[in-house]
């Protein structure tokens, strides 16, 4: 590990899960984000290339715990992505770009693939 390594902002999905098949209709998509010593102001979810959504933010106890996030989603049949992205408590959404968690600590934004029936 880098001898100083940067706390980056993350987020996560945690449901539905990689390859999950949910059915259609009313889904939730919900997951965690993080920023120490920043904390996590804003969370938007994208499905396929469409536009982000605000997500609903749960109470957060301080900068330095994770924040759970959740979105209401109208599940359609076929193939969907689902991306996240976070906003941490200066402003700095949490990048696109992808690295390695060595030596820095991994980024990029989470996605899953899901199939609805």
């Keep these: 590990w880098a001898r100083r390594a940067p706390i980056k902002t993350q987020s996560r999905i945690d449901t539905p899960k990689p390859f999950a098949r949910p059915a259609a209709g009313p889904v939730t998509i919900a ?68 690295a390695r968690t060595i030596p820095d600590g991994a980024s990029g934004w989470h996605s899953v693939f899901v199939t609805v029936p």
Excluded: F, K, Y
């Design 31 to 98: 997951g965690v984000a993080w920023a120490q010593r920043r904390g996590i102001t804003r969370v938007e979810v994208r499905v396929d290339d469409g536009s982000w959504q605000d997500a609903d933010l749960a109470v957060q106890a301080g900068v330095d715990t994770w924040r759970q996030w959740s979105l209401p989603w109208q599940a359609a049949p076929g193939g969907h992505t689902l991306t996240v992205r976070a906003t941490d408590g200066t402003g700095q959404v949490q990048t696109e770009q992808r």
